[in-house]
């Protein structure tokens, strides 16, 4: 049973830090707002389910860790997308615009927008 | 092992005088209330850490655990945490009456009203 | 009900502020915080006459024995303390009805008894606990009200002073805490009791040392000692008139208290080494800063501003008294703490109903007011005879002991320096007098005349009378004040 | 292992601080500070704080930067200033104060030494005799309920207190420290459409979960304040989302502010009952003759009175500071 849910674990573990790994390089890399924002907010989702369904498969022998595990789960899975819309809307309604790496407009804005 | 022995003290030290540093160098008010947060988690965290006892585990009481941290020192913080939010309130209320009065929360323009009337 | 005295007057006003903040009506407000403040003084003085037949008195909060418990330990010295400010509370929030109706917006007003309370209720907790972290929670108490109630004065400036003052104190009591956290450390124990009988036992740590040093700083700021006085001037000046009147008689004595406490019962300061340099210290900075509150207040032009400022210089006595270091020099600087009360409680009511009636403690606006408002202007004037130490007064007995001890010390210059230090009070109290009895009333008197509103100037004279009354008959603050430093140097040379 | 995360975490720890020395706007201070009480709550679970860390978690990097948003909002965000004269008395204090700090740690015993003063004084007992004396596993609650039940009470008043200053602080005239409802969101040009829809359905499990935290502080982390900061944090939720005239006309300001006196008066008179049957303040074996279940029940009551006046004093400092925004912006 273990022999195969211990490395099943493992790779969750390590999958989801990496994925966390690349979010925080393209936080740090990318042109502009939007784009930093669409590298955290996307992995992070992905990659905190993967980190608790690792810690998930660490804790068999009792139910109530699971469950405390799954109810987090849920949390984050409705809390972070919303979290990176609000952000991004936020952003977009206090005037930041996309822009390329040298600053120039990425998009094609709505008339009326400078 | 003898440095990292007082790492934590020497941590401590360090993030109290941060900020302290903020509290006296920072003219803007908000600022001020920010180093004082820091500054008084800082003895927050000194007292947690004279709590640890290496080896132990969380003072919950379970049939399979013998050492535990001591309890006596995270009751003093959880006490000493509320106090620090409510200085921040009471703080933060006073810095937006200021800047209704004054239009300014910079603690050198504040005093400059202040002399010319 | 008298098993339970020791906690009455702190539990009096502590259940009091809640339930007060739940009568709608401001007047209701007032005399409800009125009845408890004077219930809080009576349990007081039926606590320090039993001090004073039984000696310490205990108390386990919540039935569990000290040290694992907190305990309540209240001595001569205690209970001094819990009489005093109890008692100027009462006079205070009793005359206060018609100065906050004049400085408060009438929606504050309920919530302003409310913060008077939870301050009294800190000021009485610090004076009655006997462990330290205890203290630090109740010190809170008190200030987090204080910065409330300096807010609420009607000038603008009261806000900054109140910001700074939440700043200095906030660093203040964060001093203590460190240096709370450092004993706890070594000793394991928060109760004072056992951390006095465990903290020799370490011998020359430099932890307690630095513990040491935290603490007194951290207190000094609140007792506003020298350097460390900023916040005070601007906060007495601009909280509404009753305020200073309330602080300026009893938050500092607290502090003074606390500094005392710490460093006799829990530090044991005159028996370990460091206690020669201390007391230069303490003797410097007092000398220091009666000369420079004193001549501040000469050269003031706001008389609210220039009585605050005597404050600081009034501090500066009682640690001398502290800084001589003996039973005798203790006794004084607690019969001056006693005396100083009284003396800045009869001089800030007194100027709350001059503020009433023309709008202001400048002294451009006071001249020839002796004539309009006699009976407030003599009780100020009593009082600040009182200040000086004229015989027949409290004051003078301050100053004789405080002359007596340094005597005693043959500490010769500071027996010149305490009446150099008189004389320049009688500088500035003299130009009260000038402005307020000698001038001329302007032509055009500004504001209404006539006497305070009768509540009011009823409390002054009583204060004003005290001042004199403990002058001449001085066995209760002598008398407890005496035991108080023999049971403090008692304890440390056990 | 342990120690390493404990260094990691001390080390994110001066570099935030650092961080908010060198940063000016107070837009990203406030953030700064809110990453560093989520670093502190990290640092106090690996120290075994867990009750701890949950307060921390739920203050520093909840509620405090909160009020910091709330105010920069009423204030506005503060243009970087160019650095001021050299700070002369900081540059004076600060390594004076370090030096008397790093005096004192000489002679400290040892870090996470178990024979230190502090573990073999006082604290053995509470561990060793709660399980009996007081009978619930949670030895912080044991203590904070109990043993030092008085700082607790304290600890209410300090809460209460700091409300009490907010609201006599921001009243603003012609009424009586309520909030006067102003603040609506722009729901015509931007509707928050999927906040709020995420919101109604994420603020009942928050409610939920706050009731959890409260009765099973007992047995786990949490407690009355926790549990406090939790409801108040839908309520605030709701009143973001929503504006300051819905959630009001949900919970009444003066109802709150009422409570919040109601919960210390819960706490205060649980102890005067043990008065009038002469045993100490807050001496619980007055509730049951078995001295366990009585004290269950003083603890119960207790912690019911802390968590009623938390959620509603910080309620009632949401209210006061969110009016104040809209007051500024009109």
């Known amino acids: 049973m273990s022999a195969i849910l211990e490395p099943l674990s493992s790779v969750c573990l390590l999958l989801g830090s990496f994925l966390l790994l690349t979010g925080a390089l393209g936080f740090l890399r990318f042109a502009d707002f939007y784009a930093r924002l669409h590298a955290c907010g996307v992995t992070e989702t992905l990659a905190t389910a993967l980190i608790i369904l690792g810690l998930m498969l660490q804790a068999t022998d009792s139910a109530l860790p699971q469950f405390k595990l799954l109810l987090i789960l849920l949390f984050v899975l409705f809390s972070s997308p919303t979290a990176s819309h609000a952000l991004a809307k936020a952003a977009w309604n206090a005037g930041v615009r996309p822009r390329d790496r040298r600053g120039r407009r990425d998009i094609a804005l709505p008339p009326g927008d400078r | 092992m003898d440095v990292l022995s007082y790492f934590n003290y020497w941590a401590v030290v360090v993030l109290m005088m941060l900020g302290f540093f903020i509290v006296i160098a920072r003219a803007n008010l908000v600022k001020k209330l920010i180093g004082l947060n820091i500054f008084q988690t800082s003895v927050f965290i000194l007292y947690i850490s004279a709590g640890k006892v290496i080896g132990g585990s969380a003072p919950i009481l379970s049939d399979d655990v013998t050492l535990y941290s001591n309890p006596l020192p995270h009751v003093l913080i959880l006490t000493a945490i509320v106090v620090g939010i409510a200085t921040t309130s009471v703080g933060l209320a006073l810095v937006i009456r200021i800047h209704a009065a004054y239009g300014s929360v910079n603690q050198n323009d504040i005093l400059k009203q202040d002399q010319q009337c | 009900m008298l098993s339970h005295i020791a906690l009455l007057p702190v539990l009096l006003p502590l259940i009091g502020a809640p339930a007060c903040a739940i009568l709608r009506r401001p007047v209701f407000a007032w005399g409800f915080a009125s009845s408890v403040a004077a219930l809080a003084f009576l349990s007081a003085a039926i606590l320090l006459k039993l001090t004073f037949e039984h000696g310490v008195i205990h108390y386990s909060l919540g039935g569990w024995a000290a040290p694992w418990g907190i305990e309540y330990r209240v001595d001569l010295l205690n209970a001094l303390v819990l009489l005093l400010v109890s008692g100027i509370a009462t006079t205070v929030l009793v005359a206060s009805r018609t100065s906050v109706w004049h400085d408060i917006a009438e929606n504050r007003r309920g919530l302003f008894y409310v913060a008077c309370l939870l301050c009294l209720a800190g000021m009485l907790g610090i004076a009655a606990t006997g462990d330290a972290f205890n203290l630090f929670v109740f010190l809170e108490i008190s200030s987090l009200s204080t910065y409330a109630l300096v807010a609420c004065g009607r000038d603008r400036r009261a806000l900054l002073a109140a910001f700074n003052y939440l700043v200095m104190g906030t660093i203040g009591a964060t001093f203590i805490l460190i240096g709370i956290g450092f004993v706890y450390m070594l000793t394991g124990t928060l109760n004072m009791t056992d951390l006095a009988q465990r903290l020799p036992g370490l011998g020359e740590s430099r932890t307690v040392f630095a513990a040491y040093a935290f603490i007194v700083v951290g207190v000094c700021l609140k007792l506003a000692l020298f350097p460390l006085h900023l916040w005070l001037p601007g906060a007495y000046t601009h909280a509404p008139a009753i305020v200073t009147a309330f602080l300026a008689a009893t938050s500092t004595k607290v502090a003074l208290y606390v500094l005392i406490r710490f460093s006799f019962s829990v530090f044991h300061l005159e028996s370990s080494r460091l206690a020669l340099s201390l007391e230069a210290v303490f003797i410097t900075l007092g000398i220091v800063a009666v000369f420079a509150g004193s001549l501040v207040a000469i050269f003031a032009d706001n008389l609210k501003r220039g009585l605050a400022w005597s404050s600081i210089a009034q501090v500066g006595y009682m640690t001398i008294g502290i800084g001589i270091g003996t039973a005798a020099g203790l006794q004084a600087s607690l019969i001056h703490l006693f005396n100083h009360a009284l003396m800045k409680g009869t001089l800030f009511l007194a100027l709350a109903a001059i503020a009433i009636q023309v709008g202001g403690n400048e002294f451009s606006k006071l001249r020839g007011i002796g004539r309009r408002m006699p009976w407030s202007c003599a009780a100020f004037t009593v009082a600040g005879i009182s200040l000086i130490g004229i015989p027949g007064t409290a004051g003078f007995v301050s100053k004789w002991y405080l002359v007596t001890a340094a005597l005693a010390g043959e500490q010769w210059f500071l027996v010149l320096l305490i009446v150099a230090g008189s004389l320049l009070t009688a500088v500035y109290i003299w130009r009260f007098v000038e402005i307020a009895w000698l001038d001329s009333a302007p032509e055009k008197a500004t504001g209404g005349d006539g006497e305070a509103p009768s509540v009011l100037l009823a409390a002054t004279l009583m204060l004003a009378l005290a001042n004199i009354y403990f002058g001449f008959d001085t066995r209760l603050q002598v008398s407890a004040s005496g035991g108080a430093a023999a049971a403090l140097l008692g304890e440390a040379a056990q | ?330």
């Open chain 4, 1 to 330: 292992m342990e120690l390493l995360v404990n260094i990691v975490l001390l080390i994110l720890l001066v570099a935030t601080a650092g961080a908010l020395v060198v940063v000016r706007g107070l837009l990203a201070s406030t953030m700064l500070t809110s990453v560093y009480g989520l670093l502190c709550a990290s640092f106090f679970v690996t120290m075994d704080a867990v009750d701890v860390a949950f307060t921390e978690a739920a203050v520093g990097a909840g509620v405090s930067p909160l009020l910091l948003l709330l105010t920069v909002a009423a204030i506005g965000r503060g243009e970087p200033r160019p650095v001021g004269a050299l700070p002369v008395l900081a540059i004076v204090l600060v390594p004076v104060t370090a030096a008397l700090l790093i005096i004192g740690t000489l002679d400290m015993p040892p870090f996470g030494s178990p024979d230190a003063p502090a573990h073999t004084h006082v604290a053995p007992r509470y561990l060793q005799l709660s399980g009996e004396e007081i009978g619930i596993p949670n030895v912080v609650t044991s203590v904070l309920a109990s043993y030092r039940a008085f700082d607790t009470l304290g600890e209410v008043l300090v809460i209460f207190t700091a409300g009490v200053a907010v609201l006599l602080i921001l009243a603003t005239p012609g009424q009586r420290g309520s909030a006067r409802p102003r603040y609506v969101p722009d729901n015509h040009r931007d509707p928050h459409t999927i906040l709020q829809i995420v919101s109604r359905i994420l603020i009942p499990f928050i409610l939920l979960f706050a009731l959890y935290v409260q009765f099973h502080g007992e047995y786990g982390p949490g407690g009355g304040f926790q549990a406090g900061v939790i409801f108040a944090s839908a309520i605030i939720l709701y009143g973001l989302l929503y504006g300051l005239p819905t959630v009001c006309r949900v919970v009444r300001p003066a109802v709150v502010e009422w409570l919040s006196a109601v919960g210390v008066l819960i706490f205060g008179i649980t102890g005067v009952f043990a008065m009038l049957s002469g045993r100490p303040f807050l001496d619980y074996s007055v509730f049951a003759d078995d001295p366990v279940t009585a004290q269950h029940i003083g603890i119960l009551v207790v912690e019911l009175g802390v968590g009623i006046t938390v959620a509603s004093v910080i309620t009632v400092i949401y209210y006061a500071f969110a009016n104040q925004f809209e007051t500024a912006e009109s």
